[in-house]
């Protein structure tokens, strides 16, 4: 069954079309429409050398993503599932075009053909990929780039005050909190709901093995860490949550070889009294041991693909027997770099709430338009977009945790939890919000949805209740009671 607030939207976008055809607008309206069916668009933004095509190749499970300092770093990339291998330009100036390509050590090279990267606004790869099917990934330049020009190009993809936001949600990469990323993640912020806000901004600690200079318990260090910003008042403004990721081992671990593992095994097999010495510093590991069997180029082949902290990790794994093979050591560093959380979370913040985000960026696009380009039958399309923001349920739970970051929405924290919780913000699935087992029965789930429903409406008739929480409290009411309706619609 579609989505109500998916083909609410559509409707509104079928009578913009009308009312602005002819223009040189319906294309654009046209399309849009389209985007409701395609996957989630999700942007992956972040400083320069902070790890977003390392995460992106770690998240798609393939390196495609080239994550030296070549001229396609510079460039807005798109990766997006298709039937073909194709690459696709589109210049500031002129048609787009098809371009040459490569596959070097895994990493797709692109042949510009004479271009200059300043002359392409974006790149479009398209990949078969099962990961793709889901959400189209959108690597973007490093911001604080040493060239103003490059560093612009994430700005004006995501903060764009004219046009529609192309991407539906961000993962931003942070390896400590610094005053450019809030400016960056305010910008893309807006405390209107058909505006980005934090419900679909998350951020990542990125580099996260390397917080412990590469200890073993350096991503227990990094979830410390993470768990403190994601509770700093200025970060859950902007964005939901904060997760610990080492992407250089989340990227290998989805692309090991049995060469990289039989090359681990020889780094297990030194004794343990030498290994510390060894794995002190890269340089000590790529000089120190001859007798280990390996050339200088292929350890500094596996420092590239694991780091310190990898090969010491998986050295251990080795050694004590956690593991024998190389799927299974696959699996345990995928596990520990935290490329599995990121993936849970992703799937519950973002791809739970697939259709309000869309709908979301398509009434933000649509009610611009309607705003700069008066036509008549335009203020028709004003009121409809106004009503379904007004009236779709979503939306209301939407704006209450954007309430709630921002300080609007206050009481105890073990209310505002249990507020956060239930309307979604910790995910849309509905034995999250219940805080249930994800094997919960119909009779538990319906046992808990009616305690709920209790509660929440015992605290908004309260009249000690305070004004903004009360009415924070009626949707969370509206929450409860959907829940339910949807238990005897399946009946």
């Not at 970051?405 to 034995?431: F, N």
Request: net charge negative; charged share 25%.
């Amino acid at each position: 069954m579609r989505d109500p607030l998916i083909e609410r939207t559509r409707a509104v976008l079928t009578r913009a079309l009308e009312v602005y055809r002819g223009t040189g607008h319906d294309a654009r309206l046209a399309a849009l429409r389209a985007r409701l069916d395609e996957p989630l668009r999700v942007a992956i933004a972040g400083r320069v050398k902070s790890g977003k095509s390392t995460l992106l190749n770690a998240l798609v499970g393939e390196r495609l993503a080239p994550t030296d300092e070549g001229e396609c770093t510079r460039i807005v990339t798109w990766y997006r599932d298709g039937h073909t291998y194709e690459v696709l330009a589109r210049p500031v100036t002129g048609e787009p075009r098809q371009l040459r390509f490569s596959r070097e050590n895994d990493a797709i090279q692109v042949d510009l053909g004479g271009l200059k990267p300043e002359d392409v606004a974006e790149l479009y790869v398209t990949w078969p990929s099962q990961a793709l099917r889901t959400a189209t990934l959108i690597d973007t330049p490093g911001i604080g780039s040493l060239s103003e020009r490059v560093s612009r190009r994430a700005w004006e993809l995501l903060t764009t005050d004219d046009e529609e936001t192309p991407a539906d949600a961000v993962i931003y990469l942070m390896r400590h909190l610094h005053a450019g990323d809030l400016e960056f993640l305010r910008a893309f912020q807006d405390t209107e709901v058909s505006r980005p806000n934090p419900v679909n901004a998350i951020g990542v600690l990125s580099r996260a093995d390397e917080i412990g200079v590469g200890r073993m318990d350096a991503m227990n260090s990094a979830q410390r860490i993470a768990a403190r910003l994601a509770t700093d008042i200025n970060v859950r403004r902007v964005v939901q949550t904060v997760v610990p990721v080492a992407g250089l081992l989340a990227e290998t671990a989805a692309t090991l070889t049995e060469t990289e593992m039989a090359q681990l095994r020889r780094v297990a097999d030194v004794p343990i009294h030498q290994i510390d010495d060894l794995l002190l510093t890269a340089d000590r590991f790529v000089e120190l041991m001859p007798e280990l069997g390996l050339t200088d180029l292929e350890r500094r082949a596996l420092l590239d693909r694991f780091g310190l902290f990898g090969i010491r990790l998986g050295a251990a794994l080795l050694r004590r027997k956690v593991v024998n093979t190389a799927t299974e050591l696959a699996r345990e560093l995928a596990e520990r770099s935290g490329i599995n959380a990121l993936k849970e979370i992703l799937s519950s913040l973002f791809f739970g709430r697939r259709d309000v985000l869309k709908s979301r960026s398509a009434l933000l696009a649509v009610d611009a338009l309607v705003r700069t380009v008066p036509r008549p039958g335009a203020d028709a399309v004003a009121a409809e977009i106004e009503e379904i923001i007004a009236s779709a349920h979503p939306f209301n739970e939407l704006r209450v945790l954007s309430a709630i970051r921002a300080g609007w929405v206050t009481g105890k924290p073990e209310v505002i939890e249990d507020l956060e919780q239930i309307i979604g913000g910790s995910g849309a699935a509905v034995h999250t919000r219940l805080r249930l087992p994800a094997d919960a029965s119909e009779e538990q789930i319906k046992a808990a949805a009616n305690e709920a429903l209790l509660r929440w409406q015992r605290r908004a008739e309260n009249p000690l209740t305070p004004h903004e929480l009360a009415i924070a409290s009626r949707v969370a009411v509206r929450t409860c009671e959907g829940i339910l309706a949807d238990l005897a619609r399946l009946r």
